[in-house]
């Protein structure tokens, strides 16, 4: 994956993807902003303020949206895919109006676990997120069409990496985990969520440490606080990155066979160890 935007990487810390945190306990507006300033400032301070946003309504946008997914889905699966050495059928993919996102994410994407391995795009905003989308985006980025691209390619890439570790795991007979979140438990939530996020990271940027995690001292994100949601995917990045560096096939395999488990949140570097030494035998 393609790492020059700072749009692109200021981006994944705020999607929601599958990711039921942002859904059910999203920080205000306010403090995201304030989060992504920090962020742009301090990686590309040089960039001036352009009034460049090339979408004047909803219309284009959201057709925009869905002709570059048409264009790029098979292409962008089969690169991964080709990179991992992934054999699997592609998944079908369908449209959805946006619901419940905020002004970042006008387009978004979600693997459906329950609904015949589809992937779902977002590309129908409302009026009203929509200008507060382009307001945002005006004013922070300077050329929005490469960074969308980006985006784009990132979702589907992002998302097929579930679909495969979802098919990967009914081929293994195992446990449906994903069947069997209860969104009630902010931890529970964590549990599930970290590793099919750290896992879809990982193939997404075919192993290669995302901006994101950069940013982040890893053996804190491990071993202390870890349940900090707003580092849920480079949590799960720096945690399945030496099993699949090691080894993507037979690491998934251990991934899958060997969930993690509520005792392992207080150390998650723990849990690599384990999966670590089981790829030892
Ligand atoms: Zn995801």
Excluded: W
């Excluded at 592609?90 to 946006?98: D, E, H």
């Excluded at 990982?202 to 994101?212: D, L, N, R, V």
């Excluded at 940013?215 to 870890?226: E, G, H, M, Q, W």
């Amino acid at each position: 994956m393609k790492r020059s935007l700072l749009g692109f990487f200021i981006f994944p810390l705020i999607f929601s993807c599958s990711n039921s945190f942002f859904n059910s306990n999203s920080k205000k507006e306010s403090q995201i902003i304030h989060l992504n300033e920090e962020i742009y400032r301090n990686n590309l301070p040089n960039v001036l303020e352009k009034d460049i946003f090339p979408f004047s309504n909803v219309q284009e946008y959201s057709l925009f949206v869905r002709n570059f997914v048409d264009s790029n889905f098979e292409k962008d699966i089969s690169d991964v895919y080709s990179f991992f050495k992934i054999t699997k059928k592609l998944p079908k993919y369908t449209f959805n109006k946006v619901q419940n996102l905020n002004f970042f994410e006008c387009e978004g994407a979600e693997y459906l676990y329950d609904d015949n391995k589809i992937i779902s795009f977002t590309s129908n905003p409302s009026e009203e997120m929509f200008e507060k989308y382009k307001n945002f985006y005006k004013k922070y980025y300077p050329n929005f069409k490469d960074v969308l691209e980006e985006r784009i390619h990132y979702y589907i890439k992002h998302e097929a990496g579930h679909y495969f570790y979802d098919m990967r795991s009914n081929e293994l007979n195992a446990k449906n985990i994903f069947k069997d979140v209860n969104e009630k438990n902010v931890k529970q939530c964590y549990l599930y969520d970290v590793v099919l996020e750290g896992v879809a990271e990982y193939i997404s940027c075919k192993g290669e440490i995302p901006f994101t995690a950069k940013f982040i001292d890893k053996d804190t994100l491990l071993c202390t606080d870890s349940l900090n949601k707003y580092y849920l995917y480079s949590t799960g990045f720096y945690l399945v990155k030496p099993i699949l560096d090691l080894n993507f096939k037979r690491g998934i395999d251990l991934l899958i066979e060997n969930p993690l488990e509520e005792k392992d949140l207080s150390c998650l570097k723990n849990y690599q160890d384990r999966i670590l030494g089981l790829m030892k035998n």
